[in-house]
């Protein structure tokens, strides 16, 4: 049975498969509306979330699946005390898969050692997002036609930011990727990723703090919020929350052709006035994540 | 100054200097009965420096502790005043149950009844990281 826990858990080759499924789910949406019929996705999400949990199971709707499962811890049997290990494994006897957000970092590991039916971690805490990582994946490719010989910008919190974390782990297998990281000091990437993604691989990297400078080099911008709930000291958050923000003039300077992304839900890190740029991809992207999610279902219960 | 060799136990030797301690406490050792020696700051051509521990006692210690604590120990096994085994240690590949990952967003914080476990993710440096939350393992 294989689980999704990391996005490092898909090999470069199943990827591709995925998202050319996802592709052909666009293009003939009627061949697959029973493809999951009499099949259950359980949507466990101890953790609020709107696009994730709502797009997993509109993905499972449109493969003509059924969805049972909770939004908030407060209304399941967590706030009774029961253990991460134990709602799975009860979970496991009425789904066929199951997708969990958690707060905590490695709880869908966890869940994974305890559960009889696949599961898909849907976040967990600041560490892993690999669904999110398959969107911009699909996203990138499809705007640009390639996942090779491109130089990603990313902005914001590079600290805390498990897409960010997840998107530079998948995007390091590809020949040429030219990274260039853009925070404030405390929101830089943690050393982690430093030591065993760009120094193991000898990938080179650029951190630098200001947005205007590097703007003319990007092919993608990943812009990022800086998360109020991965903070302890809320003045810190307060401190760093308006660092970036993306309007049109900042993008004056940038090419043409650039693909701006974000995994939402913004604050203001991005102006509305950009919304209507057509180098804006965000939405899209959004759109995008349900398409591979009902690419990596039918995958995962095949 | 002198310590009495041991007729039936356990010496830990080729210690760095300075450890002798920690490993004391993560090998559990105040739990015993018998006389344990933590003989600190020798003089060794070898290491310069170095700790000893003298077990004074036949008991299993947990290779796995001493492997990541400090690689380069050696462990004898001695009976009847002679030395009868020794044995290399080396970083293991997994620790379970020796240390809690001190990340406080890592799952392990709040799930009861669930192994600590810790993978060596960088042999050449000995990094270990969480196999929950992937956080460094810091000692």
Do not use: W
């Not at chain 1, 290990?85 to 966890?110: C, F, N, Q, W």
């Amino acid at each position: 049975m294989k689980h999704l826990i990391d996005p490092m858990d898909l090999g470069v080759e199943e990827i591709n498969d995925i998202l050319d499924l996802a592709d052909d789910i666009i293009a003939h949406r009627e061949k697959y509306s029973t493809a999951c019929k009499g099949k259950k996705l359980a949507t466990l999400f101890f953790e609020p979330s709107t696009r994730t949990r709502l797009s997993f199971e509109a993905a499972m709707m449109e493969l003509g699946g059924n969805v049972l499962g909770f939004s908030d811890a407060n209304s399941s049997s967590s706030t009774k005390g029961e253990s991460v290990g134990d709602t799975i494994r009860i979970v496991s006897y009425y789904a066929d898969i199951i997708a969990m957000r958690h707060p905590k970092e490695g709880a869908p590991m966890l869940a994974a050692a305890k559960a009889l039916v696949p599961i898909i971690n849907a976040g967990d805490g600041g560490h892993n997002h690999p669904t999110q990582t398959l969107t911009d994946l699909m996203t990138i490719r499809r705007e640009k036609g390639r996942l090779s010989d491109l130089t990603i910008g990313f902005c914001g919190d590079l600290k805390f930011g498990r897409t960010v974390h997840s998107l530079i782990k998948a995007m390091s297998r590809y020949e040429n990727i030219r990274f260039i990281l853009i925070s404030p000091e405390e929101l830089q990437i943690p050393d982690y990723i430093r030591t065993e993604v760009f120094d193991k691989k000898g990938i080179s990297y650029r951190q630098v703090s200001s947005m205007d400078d590097v703007m003319p080099e990007l092919d993608i911008l990943y812009m990022t919020r800086v998360q109020k709930e991965r903070f302890f000291n809320e003045a810190d958050y307060i401190r760093l929350k308006d660092t970036y923000i993306l309007d049109c003039k900042k993008l004056k300077k940038a090419k043409p052709d650039l693909s701006i992304l974000h995994p939402l839900p913004r604050v203001n890190e991005i102006s509305t006035e950009v919304d209507d740029d057509p180098r804006a991809c965000y939405f899209t992207q959004a759109h995008n994540g349900k398409f591979v999610r009902m690419a990596l279902i039918m995958t995962m219960l095949a | 100054m002198n310590i009495d060799s041991i007729q039936n136990g356990i010496v830990l030797d080729h210690i760095t200097a300075g450890k002798a301690m920690q490993l004391y406490k993560d090998l559990e050792l105040e739990r015993l009965d018998c006389s344990v020696a933590i003989i600190q700051n020798v003089k060794s051509n070898k290491m310069g420096r170095k700790d000893i521990l003298k077990i004074d006692q036949e008991m299993s210690v947990n290779l796995d502790v001493i492997g990541y604590i400090d690689p380069d120990i050696t462990v004898s096994i001695i009976k009847d005043g002679e030395t009868i085994e020794k044995k290399k240690v080396a970083p293991p590949d997994r620790l379970i149950n020796v240390v809690k990952c001190r990340n406080p967003r890592c799952i392990t914080t709040t799930e009861q009844g669930i192994d600590h476990i810790f993978k060596l993710t960088d042999r050449e440096n000995r990094i270990y990281r969480c196999l929950y939350c992937e956080d460094m393992l810091k000692q």
